[in-house]
């Protein structure tokens, strides 16, 4: 489709969409195991700039430019299933409200993020050195312990995780549209997200679906066991069903 919105490699170019908002630092590779696993949908990904493909372009002055780049791309698709983790929650988010604002029905699933509504609770990273940053990033998952410990590694890939950090930190949700549905699907022990947090997203929802829990931490969207796929998975079919 574009550099910005595209198929992943191997996915039925057929079915309705379902877009995918990688993390912080993220590619839509992060979800290449997907691929297959959802009967009847188009699986896209979206590329932020940075990284990949997009490696030489800049980043954007703001998480809401990002989020309008995006929207761009996905206007002439009829009613879209959002699916967006961490920072994609947001930027997801934010894509579906302004959607929704010109006569979209977008579904938005999210993970691994509070509601926009909810009070920051992380401390500001962005601007901090390397090493703090790093620190946070193995945090989150320990095996980023063995990637940045390559200084090759780490001069490739933190430039683009401390601009999306910039756009996290630095956000203050736009979209004041209530989303038509919102579904959300956490990891059981996710030190980046709360109960109270995730149930908060009732508030930009029109309708909400609730929130569901699976087994795994911040990246449980990446495990083997696929429990956040199939759970995607299955609310679209139930939607399938359910829709005339």
Same mark, same amino acid.
């Given at each position: 489709m574009s550099r910005v919105v595209a198929t992943l490699p191997g996915a039925c170019p057929a079915g309705r969409a379902l877009v995918l908002f990688p993390h912080a630092g993220g590619s839509p590779r992060f979800f290449?195991?997907?691929? $297959?696993? *959802?009967p009847g949908v188009h699986l896209l990904?979206? @590329?932020?700039? $940075?990284?990949?493909?997009? *490696?030489?372009?800049?980043?954007?002055?703001?998480?809401?430019? #990002?989020?309008? &780049?995006?929207?761009?791309h996905l206007r002439h698709l009829p009613d879209p299933v959002l699916f967006g983790h961490s920072m994609g929650a947001l930027v997801a988010h934010e894509v579906a409200g302004l959607l929704t604002g010109s006569g979209g029905a977008p579904e938005l699933?999210?993970? $691994?993020?509070? !509601?926009p509504c909810s009070a920051p609770r992380r401390s500001i990273l962005h601007n901090r050195p390397d090493h703090e940053l790093i620190a946070d990033l193995v945090r989150l998952d320990h095996h980023n312990a063995e990637v940045f410990a390559l200084? &090759? %590694?780490?001069? %490739?890939?933190?430039?683009?995780i401390r601009e999306d950090y910039r756009m996290v930190e630095t956000h203050r949700t736009v979209t004041r549209q209530r989303i038509p549905r919102i579904l959300v699907i956490n990891?059981?022990?996710?030190?980046?997200?709360? !109960? @109270?947090?995730?149930?908060?997203? /009732?508030r930009h929802a029109a309708r909400f679906d609730?929130?569901? #829990?699976?087994? $795994?931490?911040?990246?449980?969207? !990446? !495990?083997?066991?696929?429990? /956040? /796929?199939r759970l995607v998975g299955d609310h679209i079919a139930r939607r399938r069903v359910a829709t005339p």
């Amino acid at each position: 489709m574009s550099r910005v919105v595209a198929t992943l490699p191997g996915a039925c170019p057929a079915g309705r969409a379902l877009v995918l908002f990688p993390h912080a630092g993220g590619s839509p590779r992060f979800f290449r195991h997907w691929v $297959g696993r *959802i009967p009847g949908v188009h699986l896209l990904g979206v @590329t932020y700039p $940075g990284r990949d493909h997009r *490696i030489d372009e800049p980043h954007p002055g703001s998480l809401t430019e #990002l989020a309008e &780049e995006v929207a761009h791309h996905l206007r002439h698709l009829p009613d879209p299933v959002l699916f967006g983790h961490s920072m994609g929650a947001l930027v997801a988010h934010e894509v579906a409200g302004l959607l929704t604002g010109s006569g979209g029905a977008p579904e938005l699933v999210v993970s $691994g993020h509070d !509601a926009p509504c909810s009070a920051p609770r992380r401390s500001i990273l962005h601007n901090r050195p390397d090493h703090e940053l790093i620190a946070d990033l193995v945090r989150l998952d320990h095996h980023n312990a063995e990637v940045f410990a390559l200084r &090759e %590694l780490a001069d %490739l890939f933190l430039p683009a995780i401390r601009e999306d950090y910039r756009m996290v930190e630095t956000h203050r949700t736009v979209t004041r549209q209530r989303i038509p549905r919102i579904l959300v699907i956490n990891g059981d022990h996710d030190p980046e997200v709360t !109960a @109270t947090g995730a149930a908060a997203w /009732c508030r930009h929802a029109a309708r909400f679906d609730g929130v569901q #829990l699976v087994d $795994g931490g911040h990246f449980h969207h !990446a !495990a083997p066991r696929l429990q /956040c /796929c199939r759970l995607v998975g299955d609310h679209i079919a139930r939607r399938r069903v359910a829709t005339p």
